[in-house]
Every structure is written in C-alpha cells, then in structure tokens.
C-alpha cells in the first residue's frame, strides 16, 4: 500500500512565501516522476510542476521564476518553494507521484495525495 501526503499549505498575504512538502510512504520498489497539480474552484487540475529522477524540472509558465521544486532521495519526499505568492495560486495542491511497486516489472502507476490548501489574501 503507497500513500502520499502533502503538508505546508497555509493562508499568507500577497507577496508571501510557502514551501509545501510531499512524502511517499508504504511498501513500494521506485519513485519515478513526481509533481504538483493544483485546483481553484470551478476550474480544472493543472500541472504546477515536475520533476524526473535525474532532476529535470518543469514549470507552469504562471509560476517560473517564483516556484522551485526539488526532491529529496534519502526521505522520499518532493518540495515545493513557493515565493511571490499571487491571489491567482489560490488552489488546493495535490502531490503526484509515478511508482513502480517491485522489482519485478518495469510498469508504473500513478498516486495522489489528498490535497494542501494554499490561499493567498489581496
């Protein structure tokens, strides 16, 4: 069984920072791509960022140069420092992680955590 959570989500102001955290517990072999989608109300899950196994990043055009991600090995986890934070990141934020589960098999599978709340006040 694989679960991933998310913390760090908060209510700042305009121009804030917040670094939110997602960790990969259970039993599982490999932690393939991971990232970050978000979803405002009425609208649909986009892709924040992500990042491969060799630290390739990618970032929403709305978010470069404001958010990094990075990822630590050791503690199977994925950050994501949010600086400059705008009223328009307001969204819940949900990890997603590809996975392989053994050795065995060479196939992965996706996993979300349920959700951080992110709001930013005007």
């Known amino acids: 069984q694989v679960q991933l959570v998310e913390s760090g989500g908060g209510l700042v102001q305009f121009g804030a920072s917040l670094r939110l955290a997602c960790s990969v517990s259970g039993s599982f072999f490999r932690i393939g791509d991971m990232g970050w989608y978000r979803q405002a109300p009425g609208q649909q899950r986009e892709l924040v960022a992500s990042i491969t196994g060799d630290d390739k990043t990618n970032y929403a055009d709305s978010v470069k140069g404001r958010f990094t991600l990075s990822r630590d090995y050791a503690k199977n986890t994925v950050s994501l420092q949010m600086n400059s934070l705008k009223p328009e990141d307001t969204a819940t934020y949900y990890c997603?992680?590809?996975?392989?589960?053994?050795?065995?098999?060479?196939?992965?599978?996706?996993?979300w955590g349920p959700g951080t709340q992110v709001t930013v006040s005007s």
């Open positions: 997603n992680a590809y996975i392989q589960e053994t050795w065995r098999t060479r196939e992965v599978y996706a996993y």
